[in-house]
């Protein structure tokens, strides 16, 4: 019996702008709103039948992206301005946005062409409550030492077992990653004093940044000192973490590649 012909797909970048507040996180679950159902739903309307997008990263319930990359494949090929306008259209109305689409070739994956992953964190320093930037930022109502913080985030950098910042739940083979940036900056806005944490890495363990975060504010608070966090570090055990930061002033900013497809 002659075999048909194998079906042509055409692959196309997506990089994608999401408030994570109403989802369970990226990763699609039975009976729950994900950012990847959004987006595969919307798939849907355009190409019938199931589709699986994968990402560059599974952001965690109510964490937010600026610049998640995704890569989907389809029998159609598309002038990527229309499939672009078109996602969005099927979106709606949930809180995600096709910020660009473009083709790539087969050997492009967004996640595991992916040689860095960049979170942004944002923490509002103020006493009254956060009205317009409610949900997108952590909120605490006292000063922080930024130097303090500074010279806390230098012992994190480099190559460690991160047990202690890792979730119990995390299915990493292993607790060991190099950890290339954590800078931070404190930024006056006209609604307070913001703390903005640029945290770059290959790839990331289960909770780290919100678990480094935590701990940080708290050096920054004047409860922990450098040297707590360095000893913290070292005991690889989750108990000597600080509290972990609740997702909503978490941002995915970006995914770098050898060869960045939005460029």
Known sequence: MAQGRARIMHRYAL????NGA????WQRQKDHASVQGVIEAALSKLQKGEHTITAAGRTDKGVHAMGQVAHCDLEQEWEPFRLWEALNYHCKPHPVAIVDCVPVTEAFHARFSALERRYHFRILSRRPPATLQAGLVWQVKGPLNLDAMQEAAGLLLGQHDFTTF???ICQAKTPVKTLDRLDIERVETPWGTEYHFDVRARSFLHNQVRSFVGSLERVGAGTWTPQDLKKALEAKDRAACGPVSPPHGLYLAHVTYEHDPFT
Do not use: A, L, M, N
Not at 15 to 18: D, L, Q
């Open 166 to 168: 890792r979730s119990t």
């Open 22 to 25: 109403p989802f369970v996180g």
């Open 15 to 18: 990089k994608i702008e999401y």
